[in-house]
């Protein structure tokens, strides 16, 4: 078991140099057009792809966390060395998240396992114990690096370094999952809520690329700004780890429609805020968000799947959310540049974030509408 929380941590150190950053830095390099929509889905596009085409396939757990620790560390190297062009931050991005996308499986996998007895304590003690790490290196290079995009290079090359390192962790760990002979189709029942996370996915990306674009041309952030607020929220996350977990066990349905129908303040926020100081303070919101996003959900699909399907529903349950992110992500940056002339480009922001926000609160009612799994 310890060398999975070391690996947890470390992956999400790794990640925490880059996520938080990726957008802003194309942002930052020009890139406002279609490529700033696939790179702000990217994480949710090629992972979902990766992830689906594993389901495809019986390959054991440990063996996808090291093959994508392995993609993942070599991209974000390479990526360091390309100049900061849409093309170029678009396929290195790419790459890296497709790595991603196998270590994301694998680790689903393995959580299944490890959470059957308490899904909610178990995976928010997870999520928690990968925040810690995150919170000082996300900060730590937003300071660092300050306004500039050639400094940000150096956290980009060490988090391909840390995930390569993850690889030597692994190879210690016992735990592990069976990949059992199975048959390629869903479990029952299971269509609504996949069905749900592909439409909420395409509304709730819909403002993604708007977010980097507004912290430049209209609050004037720079990087140290953005880590400030990934840092908030990584405190936020840990502060709200046991009040989730009770919240899952207790009421899966409700923690699942508020983990949607909170996301509707951010969009609002930066549509109406006077100043940065207004963001800093809804990002404690993206504490709970968080902390549900990455545990309520997919626990609900674990107690939808037997374990001989349990791959494949994984599978189509991420392909769904980057299909609907892709979509989201690529409409939003098209219709920006279409209204900048018409509008002007922060009031074409601010009514985009507002309607990305009615709809945002809209769709999560109908989390409440799904029919509770228990095990």
Request: glycine share 8%; with cysteine.
């Amino acid at each position: 078991m310890k060398p999975l929380r070391t690996y947890a941590v470390l992956r999400s150190i790794a990640a925490d140099l880059t996520q938080p950053f990726i957008t802003f830095t194309a942002a930052s390099s020009g890139v406002i057009n279609e490529y700033l929509g696939i790179i702000s889905s990217a994480s949710t596009v090629l992972t979902a792809i990766s992830e689906f085409a594993t389901a495809l396939f019986q390959v054991r757990a440990l063996t996808l966390l090291i093959l994508g620790s392995l993609i993942t560390g070599l991209s974000w190297i390479v990526l360091s060395f390309l100049p900061f062009t849409g093309i170029d931050l678009t396929l290195g991005y790419c790459f890296a998240e497709l790595g991603l996308g196998m270590s994301i499986m694998g680790w689903n996998l393995i959580m299944e396992k490890l959470s059957s007895s308490s899904r909610g304590e178990v995976l928010t003690q997870y999520t928690a114990y990968a925040n810690v790490g995150g919170l000082i290196a996300t900060l730590g290079a937003g300071v660092f690096v300050g306004s500039s995009t050639e400094l940000i290079k150096i956290p980009f090359i060490l988090s391909g370094i840390i995930s390569l390192t993850c690889i030597f962790i692994l190879w210690r760990s016992d735990v592990d999952y069976e990949d059992p002979s199975r048959k390629f189709h869903l479990p029952k029942g299971i269509g609504r809520f996949l069905a749900l996370t592909g439409t909420f996915t395409f509304i709730w990306s819909f403002a993604w690329p708007l977010f980097p674009v507004a912290q430049i041309f209209i609050f004037h952030m720079n990087y140290t700004n953005i880590a400030i607020m990934s840092f908030i929220a990584g405190v936020s996350s840990l502060a709200f780890r046991r009040t989730v977990a009770r919240l899952i066990t207790t009421n899966r349905k409700l923690a699942m429609f508020l983990g949607r129908a909170l996301l509707t303040v951010f969009p609002l926020t930066y549509a109406i805020a006077p100043s940065i100081y207004f963001i800093y303070l809804v990002e404690m919101v993206a504490g709970f968000t968080s902390m549900v996003g990455s545990t309520a959900y997919v626990s609900y699909l674990y107690d939808s799947s037997s374990k001989e399907d349990m791959k494949v529903a994984l599978g189509f349950y991420s392909v769904l959310q980057g299909i609907g992110a892709l979509m989201g992500s690529v409409a939003s940056s098209f219709i920006m540049n279409l209204l900048i002339p018409v509008l002007g480009l922060a009031t074409d922001l601010r009514v985009l974030l507002l309607v990305s926000a009615f709809l945002r609160l809209t769709t999560s009612f109908w989390y409440l509408k799904l029919k509770e799994i228990n095990r």
